[in-house]
């Protein structure tokens, strides 16, 4: 892996015809000077932008014609390796204007004969619903174009390259009339959808291949990555990239939010590459000039990416006239200035995670750019136990093996084939505990599970949507849950019989009656009706089953009475975490494990972020004000091993701590935004 570099910024450039005198402000000694100054280690450059302008002296590409600096880009990089900054190179691939107007025939069609261009007469942008951009097939003579601009890049530019960033890359079948030729040639059914999309996803991976081939012949040491290919299918295309960067602007609304980085990154983080994670310094979105975030907002944003284990990569957007903003700088010099700080406590330090959630995805949308996501049980589990400060990863089923972890958690809808069932029935006898959410492992045509020793035995779905849950004691717990009331489930349950040996929880009801055009009561749901004789939760030594999914449930309506069951479910069967956390559950606590070093020992890293959202109107809330949270406590386990010194990082500040058993106690400080406790 290559080195990590913590303070990225990432500075779109997409600059069109219609700004005058192109980079006639650029100043290369001020250029370096202001990302100096705001603590920057790697700046990514452009290229070539997604109106199809190239900023370098080019053969093959088109400069942008107000170009006014004949090699931006070259002095960009001789400017910034001249302070010792990092500039990885920007191409877009498949977004771009120019050379769709030029070769219409490489852009790409959809089924209904339309063309993926901005509508006509409209100044659309994905980022806000619409299209935006000119589509082009990278299997058409377009992939030729860009290769050739790639490489003519690495030959202008030699050592100089430190890498590249290649952007909107993801796969979309071609119904042109040339798409639809080359899909009959491959006896490909133009009808057959799921045969459509696996034929671009193949010609998407071929064209990946070429790329990098081109890029590492010509700039072996360079770094590739391809982005648009971080989603839960990113292990096909990690052999064509050296790392991944998950895009995640969370005040982007409709598209991020402050959720997707936390999950993205316990997927991202289990293929052994560097990954880091990407926010903006944006009010909203990329291009947002003008909009600026606060500390507050930034030191959060940070925190978050650094506790998943992540380097940090912060979007700017360069005025045409080529001068970087000295305010958003000095915001960078105060976030990435503490995160400097930090990097003693971050680098070859790894996450820990005691439960892994098995990865299962659906085909999504990311405003208007196709792709896949996690299914809502996959999701729900990771958002329940980020409040838990429960320790997890995402993992992929098709991983060599589960050992490092005590559970894991099967998604509603997970089908088990042989290989897997092979790895999980190996995990349980080695002492491993399974979580499994309503169908997942269930073989739907015999209605049997396809694992061994699962406590039930299935019987079919409930018979009305929603249904409704009566917790016992055990599944109360000591939570505001009654054992007398009927908690809605407003998604599809299952009805289970429980196995001799096992152990049954709560009691699963119908309602009265579907809500249909023919009956209905009220304003919403029908009322509880009968038992249906099924419990909730059933547990032997090594399986829990949950008979209705409480984790996509969770997802979908952020009801606290399905985290609460879920909870208490987990507590019983999963009796000694990692980290006990005392707080609210927008307190994000995760646990890190550094290594020994020459002079040190080796330690234990806790990192507290706190989200601190203000109610507004909009879509996405933000948290552009901190306030310090106290009275929170941590225990952490230890096993066994001796704490002798418990302090904040970086300040040094020592912290009094208690050990008790096989934890150690710590009642942190009032916390802000980021805190990171070090124990040694």
Known sequence: ?????????????????????????????????TAKMGRVDSMTVFAKCHHGFSYYPTEVGTAHPNLVVGDLMGQQIEALHGAGIRAPIYVSVMWDDLAGEKNPGWIVARKDGGLMIRPPLSNESPLTGGWGWSTLD?????????????????????????????DICFPLPNYSPWGQARMREAGVYLDDEPAVLRFAEEKLRDFLGRMSGAVRAKVPDATIFYNG???????????????????????????????HYPVVARQARTYGVNFLGMTGRFHKAWADFGGLKTRDQLDYECGTIVAAGGEVSVGDQLHPGGTLDPAVYRLLEHSFGRVEKLE????GAKPTAEVAILSGHEPSLLGSIPMNAHVADVDGAAQLFLEAAIQFDITDPTADSF?????????????????????????????????LSGTAALDTESGEFALDGVPVAYEGPAPTVPSYLRP????????????????????????????????ARGDLRRALFDRTWEHFTSHAQAPVGESLNSPLVVENESILYLAAPLFGAYRDHDYWAYREMALNALRGFLPQP??????P???????????????????????????????????????????????LGVEVFTGGESIERVYLAPEGEKLGFAVEGEYVRIEPPPVGAHAVIVLE
Not at 14 to 29: I, L, N, Y
Not at 578 to 583: H, I, N, P, Y
Not at 587 to 592: M, Q, R
């Open 138 to 166: 990278v299997s058409s003579g377009y992939g030729d174009y860009l290769i050739a601009q790639t490489e003519e890049i690495c030959a202008r530019y030699g050592d100089a390259v430190d890498g590249f960033f290649f």
């Open 1 to 33: 892996m290559s080195e990590r570099r913590y303070r990225q910024v990432h500075l779109d450039f997409h600059t069109s015809a219609d700004c005058k005198d192109v980079g006639a402000s650029f100043d290369p000694e001020a250029f370096a000077r």
């Open 578 to 583: 990692l980290l006990k956390l005392s707080g």
């Open 344 to 347: 003693p406590f971050l680098r």
């Open 403 to 435: 050992d490092a972890y005590k559970a894991l958690v099967l998604p509603d809808g997970l089908t088990v084939d042989d290989d897997l069932r092979e790895k999980l029935e190996g995990f349980i006898s080695a002492g491993g505990k399974i979580v």
């Open 472 to 503: 016992d004691d055990a599944l109360a717990g000591h939570t505001e849950l009654a054992p007398d009331y009927d908690y809605v489930f407003y998604n599809r349950a299952h009805v289970v019989r429980r196995l001799e040996g096992a152990t």
């Open 585 to 631: 559950g927008w307190v994000e606590a995760t646990l890190h494990e550094q290594a020994a070093e020459e002079g040190r020992s080796g330690r234990k890293i806790l990192h507290l972020v706190a989200y601190h959202p203000r109610r507004t109107t909009q879509p996405i809330q933000h948290v552009d004000q901190s306030w310090e949270t106290s009275g």
């Open 229 to 259: 290919t971080v989603n839960p299918r990113m292990a096909e295309t990690l052999p064509h990239q050296t790392h991944f960067e998950i895009e995640s602007l969370p005040t982007s609304s409709g598209l991020w939010g402050y959720l």
